[in-house]
């Protein structure tokens, strides 16, 4: 079968189309899924360049999603011709956080999706949303999941609530509409005004370029009548956690999901006592939390926003789109 692999040295350019063996029939517990979508993550393209290390021949991807095959002994939740997505931690199945690293994360600590058949237990799927195709399957994986978590299941959003969203990447559009379908009034910031059109018109009711007002945490908190946002899903780090801090309320919540403009970095403590705000760090969910996700999704009609497909031998052409930046929503991959 065919498979991407990350190739030594990796890199972009080693990034290869390969033939692995096939994974065969299902084990007890097992499902053989044949894959037919995924899509992108900043994970993805640090895992793919180097940047975050990984074993020489990796099989990139932590998103998958496709149509069961056969399933295993034992395995009453899926049959024949199931869609069904990935999981991107899938020994954690529920309850409170158990796992601090990647090392079985897949396309980073085991082998990815970016091949055309897996066989794997069964927990380290769900249903996919009903109506999805493989790639908008896909997204929830990562970037639905991680928005999902962050509103819902942590920020306990309700209608009324208001949320600041940085960038129009894809946890950013994800929640977006998971805080539009939940009644949330929205706030998004971007260096783009086209896509500050686009995410107004995907219900952002107040929007900032970033680029033309650097203390736009200030302008976000007047927006709200100087009470600041309920909610804050902060992707950028060190580089912009003050200003979301400026832009929360008293009591308000943070959720630190990602690290744009790096790792490391000053964190304005006074600041953040003084708003005595909630600033919480996470990764995606438990796979419990996805198959919540997943019934909302049926319940609520949304789709994904996808940019842009390659297909599965054009995935190095894939990652440097992501690199430009130049991307709404997600990047798919199809096969």
Request: glycine share 14%; hydrophobic share 40%; charged share 20%.
């Amino acid at each position: 079968m065919r498979a991407m692999v990350l190739q030594p040295p990796i890199g972009l350019e080693r990034l290869t189309l390969a033939e692995r063996p096939d994974p065969g029939a299902p084990g007890a517990g097992e499902i053989r899924v044949a894959l037919h979508g995924s899509s992108l993550n900043f994970h993805d393209l640090g895992v793919a360049t180097g940047r975050m290390p990984t074993q020489d021949g990796r099989i990139p991807l932590a998103d998958g999603a496709g149509i069961v095959e056969a399933v295993g002994e034992g395995v009453s939740e899926f049959r024949t011709g199931d869609s069904v997505v990935s999981c991107f931690f899938p020994d954690w199945q529920d309850g409170t956080p158990t796992i601090g690293d990647f090392s079985r994360t897949p396309g980073d600590g085991i082998d990815g999706f970016a091949q055309d058949h897996v066989v794997l237990p069964a927990t380290a799927f769900t249903h996919a949303p009903r109506g999805y195709d493989a790639v908008e399957a896909a997204t929830i994986t990562t970037a639905g999941l991680t928005a999902w978590r962050a509103l819902v299941v942590d920020g306990k959003l309700k209608a009324g609530d208001t949320v600041l969203l940085l960038g129009t990447g894809g946890v950013s559009i994800w929640a977006l509409q998971i805080a539009k379908l939940m009644g949330a009034t929205v706030a998004i910031t971007s260096s783009s005004g086209d896509k500050l059109a686009r995410a107004q018109d995907l219900g952002a009711d107040f929007v900032v370029n970033y680029r033309e007002q650097a203390d736009w945490g200030r302008k976000v908190r007047d927006w709200t009548g100087g009470r600041g946002v309920d909610h804050v899903v902060e992707v950028g780090g060190p580089g912009t956690l003050a200003q979301s801090i400026e832009a929360v309320r008293v009591g308000g919540h943070i959720s630190l999901i990602g690290v744009l403009t790096g790792g490391a970095g000053e964190v304005p403590t006074a600041a953040l006592m003084s708003k005595q705000a909630r600033l919480q760090g996470l990764i995606v969910g438990s796979r419990r939390e996805q198959q919540e996700f997943v019934r909302a999704l049926d319940a609520g009609g949304i789709r994904p926003i996808v940019d842009r497909r390659f297909a599965l031998e054009d995935l190095a052409d894939a990652f440097r789109f992501e690199m430009g930046a130049g991307h709404f929503g997600k990047i798919g991959i199809e096969w």
